[in-house]
């Protein structure tokens, strides 16, 4: 079974920094690529960034482009995502997904960006 679960999220003011993080089970964790979605309160999920199984092939949205940071660490089974200036636009809940299978979401991490 697949299972994933996100973790790092919090409030933080305009122009703060978190650091996501997410821990995989139930699969081969390094024969995979891996993503970062969020959900803004109600909006649908939108895409943040993605990775292939090596660590290369690394995508990310315009939007956060230059602010974020993706990086997985397969001897840990584990996702991250760095994200510096953060705005508030960048408030939601964000979620790790195996490869880009929205299906295979954990419970999410909640991130809120407010002065």
């Known amino acids: 079974e697949v299972r994933l679960l996100e973790s790092g999220g919090g409030l933080v003011q305009p122009g703060g920094s978190l650091t996501l993080s997410c821990a995989a089970s139930?699969?081969?964790?390094?024969?995979?690529?891996m993503s970062w979605v969020r959900q803004a309160p109600g909006k649908g999920l939108e895409w943040v960034a993605r990775?292939?199984?090596?660590?290369?092939?690394?995508v990310y949205e315009p939007y956060v482009k230059g602010r974020f940071t993706i990086s997985r660490d397969n001897a840990k089974s584990m996702l991250y995502l760095q994200m510096n200036a953060l705005t508030t636009d960048d408030t939601g809940m964000y979620y790790c997904l195996r490869g880009q299978d929205t299906t295979s979401r954990g419970p999410g991490t909640q991130v809120t960006v407010s002065s």
């Open positions: 990775m292939g199984s090596d660590g290369g092939n690394i």
């Open positions: 139930g699969f081969t964790f390094n024969r995979f690529g």
